[in-house]
């Protein structure tokens, strides 16, 4: 994911590759908190694969990025509200209120 942040970098003429400060608060994320790290990043990529790719197939990193930030952070907030369910089923619930916060995601049709 941080390997691939510099190949999105002209999608609508804007630059989106990651600044340093977000790949170090990243790698921080994966190292101190591997397991909820990897729910966050499996659930928002299973719930919004395609609206983080351009037409051209390049990932949007930073994107991706601020969703697994957010995930996390409401995972944070709300992780004493969760019974017996599993780690992989909370962040799944968190990581979809996420997803359907932001109005800019394509919303999957019924």
């Given at each position: 994911m941080i390997g691939s942040s510099n190949l999105d970098e002209a999608v609508n003429g804007t630059d989106k590759a990651?600044?340093?400060?977000?790949?170090?608060?990243?790698?921080?994320?994966?190292?101190?908190?591997?397991?909820?790290?990897?729910?966050?990043?499996?659930?928002?990529?299973?719930?919004?694969h395609d609206d983080l790719h351009s037409e051209d197939d390049k990932l949007n990193v930073t994107f991706l990025t601020e969703l697994i930030f957010e995930t996390i952070n409401l995972y944070d907030s709300a992780k004493d509200q969760f019974s017996l369910v599993t780690i992989h089923d909370n962040m799944r619930l968190v990581a979809q209120q996420v997803v359907n916060s932001h109005s800019e995601?394509?919303?999957p049709s019924k």
């Amino acid at each position: 994911m941080i390997g691939s942040s510099n190949l999105d970098e002209a999608v609508n003429g804007t630059d989106k590759a990651l600044h340093p400060v977000d790949i170090d608060s990243l790698v921080k994320l994966a190292i101190d908190r591997g397991e909820e790290f990897y729910e966050a990043y499996s659930a928002i990529t299973l719930y919004c694969h395609d609206d983080l790719h351009s037409e051209d197939d390049k990932l949007n990193v930073t994107f991706l990025t601020e969703l697994i930030f957010e995930t996390i952070n409401l995972y944070d907030s709300a992780k004493d509200q969760f019974s017996l369910v599993t780690i992989h089923d909370n962040m799944r619930l968190v990581a979809q209120q996420v997803v359907n916060s932001h109005s800019e995601l394509r919303k999957p049709s019924k």
